[in-house]
């Protein structure tokens, strides 16, 4: 135990170190675009696969420390829900994209792996605001009927409003940057999202106690770099 008090004491000591090195301030804008890949975590279960939707908008960063910065998006991002159902029912389909608008906020830690590239460990809260959502399908009342009452669920889910139009989770992602010149860089990011709220009632009486969200997201961010003169003292 000691050993690894230790070790921890010893790495936020060198950590500490690394980001007081005298570096530019820089603010970096961008523009961001890429797929997003949901699924909702509910339960009572209901068994689905990944759905895809579009994601994009405008980046902002700030680099205060060597190896460190701090990063928020404006993002439009599109969570599909798509169900899935047993071998015996291969043409049921049906899938819901809910709209949002995005605010991540994330520790942007990053490090070198020459001077064209590096690689970065984002992570931080992200908040979102429902604005509207799209169904997709091709069931009918037999669906309800013959299949649906099979399941605690009901697959309700088909038929209720999203009550809870204010999201929240936490967001971690790892990126590549190749840089152009000292003005334009390209970032591969790819993230995941664990949402913390749900979108339907949640107490015990209601059908779902849980309803949130899950999504992979694979984004690219075109970055214009601008550096501020002023330097640590």
Request: glycine share 8%.
């Amino acid at each position: 135990m000691k050993r690894i008090l230790l070790l921890l004491i010893f790495s936020l000591a060198v950590l500490s170190a690394i980001a007081q090195q005298k570096v530019p301030r820089e603010w970096d804008f961008g523009v961001v675009g890429g797929t997003n890949m949901s699924t909702y975590n509910f339960y009572p279960k209901v068994t689905q696969k990944m759905g895809s939707g579009m994601t994009a908008g405008v980046a902002v960063r700030y680099i205060e420390e060597k190896f460190f910065g701090i990063e928020a998006e404006l993002l439009y991002t599109q969570r599909t829900m798509t169900d899935e159902y047993d071998e015996d029912h291969p043409d049921y389909k049906f899938s819901r994209t809910l709209s949002y608008i995005e605010l991540p906020v994330q520790a942007h830690i990053y490090f070198n792996l020459g001077k064209k590239s590096e690689i970065a460990v984002d992570l931080g809260p992200k908040i979102g605001v429902y604005l509207s959502d799209k169904i997709s399908s091709n069931l009918d009342e037999s669906f309800y009927e013959e299949y649906a009452w099979r399941f605690p669920h009901g697959y309700q889910h088909h038929l209720m409003d999203v009550s809870k139009k204010f999201d929240y989770g936490i967001q971690a992602g790892l990126g590549y940057e190749f840089k152009f010149n000292r003005q334009y860089s390209f970032q591969l990011t790819g993230r995941y999202y664990f949402g913390l709220g749900n979108i339907f009632p949640d107490s015990k009486k209601d059908t779902y106690e849980q309803s949130g969200n899950r999504s992979v997201q694979i984004v690219g961010t075109f970055w214009f770099h601008h550096r501020v003169k002023v330097r640590h003292q």
